[in-house]
Nanobody, 118 residues
Framework: QVQLVESGGALVQDGGSLRLSCRAS????????MGWYRQAPGKQRESVAT???????NYADSVKGRFTISRDGAKNTMYLQMNSLKPEDTAVYYC????????????WGQGTQVTVSS
């Protein structure tokens, strides 16, 4: 059974930094694309950043230059370094991964809360 578990969410002040982690576990054959998504209260879930198995990245315009996505294949772990955080970054952050396993598909984590106070 494949699981994604996020960690690293917290309450931080405007201008602060956080690093989120997302670890995949289970009988994984291969992990293809991975990504971070977020959902603020009353809003739809949106893509924040994505990374391919080859390391190509893509960012939402709102986080370009402030957030950095990375992954460690050996650890089946993805990261999101968030700098210069703003109150509008407040949301539940979810990780997702396209995983080849006994049951292949897109898997989602349970979410981690990031709150940026002004």
């Amino acid at each position: 059974q494949v699981q994604l578990v996020e960690s690293g969410g917290a309450l931080v002040q405007d201008g602060g930094s956080l690093r989120l982690s997302c670890r995949a576990s289970g009988s994984i054959i291969r992990i293809n694309d991975m990504g971070w998504y977020r959902q603020a209260p009353g809003k739809q879930r949106e893509s924040v950043a994505t990374i391919t198995s080859g390391g190509s990245t893509n960012y939402a315009d709102s986080v370009k230059g402030r957030f950095t996505i990375s992954r460690d294949g050996a650890k089946n772990t993805m990261y999101l370094q968030m700098n210069s955080l703003k109150p509008e970054d407040t949301a539940v952050y979810y990780c997702a991964a396209d995983i080849i396993a006994g049951v292949s598909g897109r898997y989602w984590g349970q979410g981690t809360q990031v709150t940026v106070s002004s």
